[in-house]
Antibody, heavy 115, light 107 residues
Framework: QVQLKETGPGLVQPTQTLSITCTVS????????MQWVRQTPGKGLEWMGF???????EYNSEFKSRLSISRDTSKNQVFLKMNSLKTEDTGVYYC?????????WGQGVMVTVSS | DIQMTQSPASLSASLGETVTIECRAS??????LAWYQQKPGKSPQLLIY???SLHTGVPSRFSGSGSGTQYSLKINSLQSEDVASYFC?????????FGSGTKLEIK
């Protein structure tokens, strides 16, 4: 069955880089777009960006200068990296499978940005 | 960017009642609208796509309607397991945007 699971650090210091891995099973990354969404107290649900089945990426301009999405298809993993973190980046980060809409989501990983 | 205005922010209803949640887009999104349910401590789950198509496995008491800039989610015969927050999302254009959510409670 389709499963997605995010893993990452629970705590990141301001100005540092956030790295999150989304490990998937039950489908191929070469057949679906994979999306990243976050949920913060300040802005609610925010679309961050995606990686296409072919490997190219698109980003929300809100994050474009500091966000990077990549993948390793051999490991069934998608990666999110965001630098220059601020306290307002605190929230839950989700990966989701895109089948036109987001039909499967990971459980999310809580990230706190604090010194 | 397309703004999604969702109402009400919170809703309290009795078991068995019918409730409706509204979502208004800042421009025509041509039915590119999804509804998600998020239970406390869980990730959002897809309920409705293309404004009115029920996602696989979703109970038929959930339904979506609307067109243009106005959309709604209706829940018939409210059940205790429907306690959750509900979000609309437009996927007609990037950046994808979400409504601010409706928190549904049982009276």
């Amino acid at each position: 069955q389709v499963q997605l699971k995010e893993t990452g650090p629970g705590l990141v210091q301001p100005t540092q880089t956030l790295s999150i891995t989304c490990t998937v099973s039950g489908f191929s990354l070469t057949s679906y777009y994979m999306q990243w969404v976050r949920q913060t107290p300040g802005k609610g649900l925010e679309w961050m960006g995606f990686i296409r089945s072919g490997g190219s990426t698109e980003y929300n301009s809100e994050f474009k200068s500091r966000l990077s999405i990549s993948r390793d298809t051999s490991k069934n993993q998608v990666f999110l990296k965001m630098n220059s973190l601020k306290t307002e980046d605190t929230g839950v980060y989700y990966c989701a499978r895109d089948k036109g809409t987001f039909d499967y989501w990971g459980q999310g990983v809580m990230v706190t940005v604090s010194s | 960017d397309i703004q999604m205005t969702q109402s009400p922010a919170s809703l309290s209803a009795s078991l068995g009642e019918t409730v409706t949640i509204e979502c208004r887009a800042s421009e025509d999104i041509y039915n590119g609208l999804a509804w998600y349910q998020q239970k406390p401590g869980k990730s959002p789950q897809l309920l409705i796509y293309n404004a009115n198509s029920l996602h696989t496995g979703v109970p038929s008491r959930f339904s979506g309607s609307g067109s243009g800039t106005q959309y709604s989610l209706k829940i018939n015969s409210l059940q205790s397991e429907d306690v959750a927050s509900y979000f609309c999302q437009q996927y007609y254009n990037y950046p994808l945007t979400f409504g601010s959510g409706t928190k549904l409670e049982i009276k």
